[in-house]
């Protein structure tokens, strides 16, 4: 790469202002089939210290940061290693940025997140990993099943949120005849199991995969009743009126249950 157009990538990448700060990125798309790998992971630093902006502060970037993301599949397998030890920075902004460029990676990223799960022991990083995994629009995400079907019944309560989300995005990508019924099994116990949690969160996410089992097809006639009697259960509609107390898990149980009904007709 000339040294000239280098340094006009650096220059608007390091400008505040967003449209100059998306010219940069465009430039370095377009640059990116014609350089070697060493000026590749040059850029990259430059494009992954995008992942730190807050957007909270300045939304004006959202539409910068949406395209670096996009970006970062673009680059090549090299940075997968780079992504998962920048997960150890503690910026939650950046964690949740990255998960979403694993998401854009897809298959390729699956063994080396799967691989890091195992061998980590933070908790805050596992947490991060599997939203990583739940980001990933690909079938292949079957591989991570056991690992995450684990992760609902974890100690944290951030990894048994994020988990028992995942397994809804799972379940999105994967047919139904490519899902072993020993997982879906597994998964509906799974569910069950975040139902009675002391999170208002997690049941939400829970009634939200359940749902999503149903709207993707890979419920029976028998397990789709027992979806739509455990959504009235949450609801009080049925004749025990024993609803649940927290409004965003009977928004979650009525908006399955809406959609259950719109399938069936």
């Known amino acids: 790469m000339a040294a000239e157009v280098y340094e006009k990538i650096k220059t608007l990448l390091n400008s505040t202002d967003s449209e100059e700060i998306h010219q940069g990125l465009l430039l370095i798309r377009e640059e990116l089939p014609n350089i070697t790998e060493e000026s590749a992971r040059s850029l990259f630093e430059m494009v992954s210290a995008l992942f730190y902006i807050d957007l909270l502060d300045h939304p004006e970037h959202a539409f910068v940061l949406d395209e670096a993301v996009s970006l970062v599949a673009d680059f090549g397998e090299f940075v997968v290693p780079i992504l998962l030890d920048n997960l150890d920075a503690g910026d939650m902004k950046a964690q949740l940025t990255i998960g979403h460029a694993f998401g854009r990676i897809g298959e390729p990223a699956i063994e080396p997140l799967l691989e890091s799960y195992k061998c980590e022991e933070s908790e805050e990083c596992r947490i991060f990993l599997v939203y990583a995994l739940g980001k990933i629009r690909s079938p292949k995400v079957l591989e991570a099943f056991e690992q995450v079907l684990a992760a609902v019944k974890a100690e944290t309560l951030e990894l048994r949120d994020t988990a028992i989300r995942a397994l809804g995005n799972f379940v999105e990508v994967i047919s139904p005849e490519d899902l072993p ?85």
Not at 193 to 204: H, P, Q
Not at 249 to 260: I, S, T, Y
Request: aromatic letters at 10%; proline letters at 0%.
């Open 181 to 265: 019924e020993a997982y879906k099994k597994e998964m509906l116990e799974a569910i069950q199991f975040a139902l009675s949690d002391s999170s208002a969160g997690v049941r939400s996410k829970a009634i939200r995969s359940y749902g999503k089992l149903a709207r993707f097809k890979h419920l029976s006639i028998e397990e789709k009743q027992k979806f739509k009697n455990t959504c009235e259960l949450l609801l009080g509609v049925d004749e025990k009126f024993n609803w649940d107390r927290a409004y965003i898990v009977r928004k979650e149980a009525q908006d399955a249950l809406d959609c259950l009904e719109g399938c069936e007709e």
